[in-house]
């Protein structure tokens, strides 16, 4: 497992949008496994393949529950709307809040290529929209309704 780099807002791979993965091979494998040794190495909840320079549809999410592993995932439901804070790997040091659906369904292929749902809920919800978006070329700072700075997110922090 190896810990590759992040790559940063203005990077323009992270605007273009990934290809499906036609076959799960060594190099989908081996992928999988650095982004998970990445994501955890930056205290990530998650990352997308291109977040790593890749132009693939793989993420990966740990919102503390456990890793997840998706590959070409697919939104086949979502419902309701929540207000999320969010920052990324990509874009150190920026926080914004986003409006984003209070549940989804997911559908996608595990590592073994087995076909797997996932439903999310609040924060994990949250996960699967926005490094989903990232396989499309969007950054939550594209959705962002409106950037908390640091003495805001302070101030947040300590009230809860």
């Given at each position: 497992?190896?810990?590759?780099?992040?790559?940063?807002?203005?990077?323009?791979?992270l605007r273009k949008r990934a290809?499906?993965?036609?076959?799960?091979?060594?190099?989908?494998?081996?992928?999988?496994?650095?982004?998970?040794?990445?994501?955890?190495?930056?205290?990530?909840?998650?990352?997308?393949?291109?977040?790593?320079?890749?132009?693939?549809?793989?993420?990966?999410?740990?919102?503390?529950?456990?890793?997840v592993e998706l590959i070409n995932?697919?939104?086949?439901?979502?419902?309701?709307?929540?207000?999320?804070?969010?920052?990324?790997?990509?874009?150190?040091?920026?926080?914004?809040?986003?409006?984003?659906?209070?549940?989804?369904?997911?559908?996608?292929?595990?590592?073994?290529?087995?076909?797997?749902?996932?439903?999310?809920?609040?924060?994990?919800?949250?996960?699967?929209?926005?490094?989903?978006?990232?396989?499309?070329?969007?950054?939550?700072?594209?959705?962002?309704?409106?950037?908390?700075?640091?003495?805001?997110?302070?101030?947040?922090?300590?009230?809860?």
């Open positions: 497992m190896a810990i590759r780099n992040i790559r940063k807002e203005g990077d323009e791979i290809r499906e993965v036609t076959e799960i091979n060594d190099n989908i494998l081996i992928l999988l496994d650095d982004m998970a040794d990445t994501m955890y190495e930056a205290n990530g909840a998650g990352l997308a393949a291109p977040q790593v320079g890749v132009l693939r549809r793989v993420v990966v999410i740990d919102i503390g529950e456990g890793l995932p697919v939104i086949k439901e979502q419902s309701g709307k929540q207000i999320t804070l969010e920052g990324c790997l990509s874009i150190p040091g920026v926080w914004g809040e986003v409006e984003r659906p209070a549940k989804v369904v997911v559908e996608a292929l595990n590592r073994h290529g087995e076909n797997i749902t996932i439903e999310g809920e609040g924060f994990m919800a949250q996960a699967l929209c926005h490094e989903i978006d990232h396989l499309d070329g969007i950054l939550f700072t594209d959705k962002a309704i409106r950037f908390i700075d640091e003495e805001e997110l302070e101030m947040m922090e300590q009230e809860s």
